[in-house]
């Protein structure tokens, strides 16, 4: 009696994909046959396209977790649990059990099984490689080679070459594919300020004298909660006039890290499946899991957010918070040196006036201004532009010398004195001592007088000692 043709598994396609039937039910069948076969199919119930074997699947993944028996009447049982309104699970299964006895042998099957998962499990470190690697531009066939094409010499005639107009998405502020922080204190009005931009940038209205450019919005909420965001943010779309079509969107409490790779890489398919152009993450401190003063820590963080922003084209900006002294960003060097914009929101607890400072735009004048924060009731809130205020005498002092003991340590006075930017020394001594009152600077040196320029000085929440 000849044999049987066997079936050729040289490269079967839906080892791939599990788009076909006979796929789905060889797969099924193969873990009928061998049950034990579970453990190594590693397989999502998303992958099957036919709705009817994609249950019958879960409900063989969630039997073989419960350690109960696999075949076909036990699942008969489990999947009455799961009515579907056009679907006969007896007919399923007995369709099923019709072509078991047909098929081409346990053997095949298992090999089925263990050849996906194989494939499956080798795609998926591939694409852990190149994650960790934090390179887009990396295909597999490079890892594969030891290719890394990074690194590409250009010449100076490309710099010559007519460059595209700058993409604004509040012009003369924030272009497109830029990433940006704002920080301030708690209660300075972040985040009502942010969805107050994101709004008006998504119904391309100005916001506080500046133009924007229409499009989608992204706000990703990470300290507030979903109750507290969609009441302010409701009060920001009601002020606006706007309706359920204005393009913005929001998630809160995700659990989103800039410091995953998994969470980069939705981030980036997102925006660009949306087409957002600008995107608000609250705050920095939530989703970052090292440490903010690291370098280290935070160096991989700002190389995400600068990727995400040049792969997708949105402008990100994140919202962050100061140093105890309430005068500089909490948090790494990096983190300025990484950004093309830089503001410190300012305002007090109970004032309605909100001032904005730019410490750095590499885009654009580092210009400073204001806004009333307009609430109407509990229904609207807006920001209404208005003159700044004439700087406070010695606020500028006090800065500096904030700013320096913090960038230099422990520090003698004579060089604080002696390197005074956008104040005198003189006020940087009146403010010195101000601050040595208020408790937020102290003395560590005791062998010399407190009026002696060799004395050193230290912010108050550091330890090291000079003399």
Known sequence: MPEEPQ?????????????????????????LIDPLCIDQA?????????????????????LGAEGKRIDISVLLLRLQDNPLPDVNWLATLTELEAELGHSWSMDTYQEVIR????????????????????????????VGRGRNPRFQLQSAAKALEPQPPTEWVVKGLL??????????????????????????VAAGKPWCGYETVQGPVLFIDEESGEARLLKRLGMTLRASLADESLPMQYTSLAGFHLDDPRDVAWLKEIIKR???????????????????????????????????????????????????????????????????????????????????TTEKNRDGAARSWAARAVWVGDKQFYLEECAPKKEEEGSGSRGYVLHYLEENGASPMQDILENAEGCTSKAALVALYKLRDEGLVKRTSTGTPPNDRRAWYILNDREESKD
Request: net charge negative; hydrophobic share 35%; glycine share 4%.
């Open 175 to 200: 272009p497109r594919g830029s990433v940006g922080v704002i920080y301030g204190e708690p209660g300075s009005k972040k985040t009502y300020s942010t969805l107050s931009l994101e709004t008006c």
């Open 115 to 142: 050849d996906r998962s194989n494939r499956r499990k080798e795609l998926i470190r591939l694409n852990q490689e190149v994650t960790r690697l934090f390179d887009p531009r990396l295909s597999f066939a490079d």
């Open 7 to 31: 079936q050729a598994f040289s490269d079967p396609p839906y080892l791939e994909n599990l788009s076909s039937d006979q796929a789905c039910k060889d797969l099924l069948n193969a873990l």
């Open 274 to 356: 949306e087409e957002i152009v600008l995107v608000v993450i609250d705050s920095f401190s939530a989703i970052v899991s090292g440490d903010e003063n690291s370098k280290k820590d935070m160096q991989p963080v700002m190389t995400a957010l600068r990727q995400i922003a040049e792969e997708t084209g949105a402008a990100m900006v994140v919202i962050h918070h100061p140093n105890k002294a309430q005068e500089k960003y909490r948090g790494s060097s990096v983190i300025k040196a990484a950004a093309d914009l830089f503001i410190h929101m300012r305002s007090e607890n109970g004032s309605d006036y909100v001032s904005f």
């Open 42 to 62: 590693y397989v999502e119930p998303e992958e099957f396209e036919n709705h009817r074997y994609r249950e019958v699947y879960r409900a063989m993944k969630e």
